[in-house]
């Protein structure tokens, strides 16, 4: 990526800051976040580790290891972008998720995947009855994981296939590229998460 590319990430991620002279109130830090030590060369990573620009994958720094773990992505910009858990073993350098044995992806042009392998295809409907191939910047992307299925939600909407048989210790994972700008989101979600689930919990031994 060029300096000027940087530059204009930088710029994009920065676009909604605003800086104020006082703080009447420093809100508790979620102790998870966007883990700049397992992140692509080309990425870049922001305010406060909850956003990504640039270009490749990062990891978040808490693995799912509760029962039922739950994280939102809003699509801050669009471009190519992917969401959903890798193990650290995966290649931070790729672009999309999916694309080897350690990722399992939902990307921007509603493909679930998996190893280089398309696992499923969706379509999204709208009220003028059109079917809409593409994910939108401002959508929420939910991510539920109970060790048993990877299950995805967009906006609410629970996406009809989940999948299974996924091996190791996971992550969030966030792939960018083409300008894309993703935001996780970590607690006070925009949609419910399903029964059962929460946020991201840190053993106490990790802390």
């Not at 998870?32 to 397992?38: G, I, K, N, R, S």
């Not at 499923?120 to 994981?145: C, H, M, R, W």
């Not at 996780?184 to 919990?201: E, H, Q, R």
Request: aromatic share 10%; net charge negative.
């Amino acid at each position: 990526m060029s300096s000027v590319s940087i530059f204009c990430c930088l710029k994009g991620c920065l676009d909604n800051f605003q800086f104020r002279p006082t703080v009447p109130h420093i809100p508790k830090e979620n102790p998870v976040l966007l883990d700049t030590a397992f992140m692509g060369y080309e990425v870049v990573v922001v305010k406060n580790g909850l956003r990504v620009c640039g270009s490749g994958a990062v990891l978040g720094s808490a693995p799912l290891i509760q029962s039922k773990s739950y994280f939102e992505v809003k699509v801050q910009q669009g471009g190519s972008w992917s969401v959903g858990v890798a193990t650290r073993q995966t290649d931070l350098s790729l672009v999309k998720g999916g694309q080897d044995e350690y990722s399992w992806s939902l990307n921007n042009d509603c493909k679930i995947c998996h190893n280089k392998q398309e696992i499923y295809k969706f379509s999204l409907p709208t009220t003028s009855n059109e079917v809409i191939q593409q994910i939108n910047e401002g959508d929420i992307i939910g991510v539920a994981f109970d060790h048993i299925q990877l299950k995805f939600f967009i906006n609410g909407n629970e996406i009809d296939h989940s999948i299974t048989n996924i091996k190791g210790t996971v992550y969030p994972a966030l792939h960018v590229d083409d300008g894309a700008i993703l935001d996780i989101v970590l607690d006070n979600f925009t949609y419910a998460p399903p029964s059962g689930f929460d946020k991201i919990m840190i053993e106490q031994s990790l802390l």
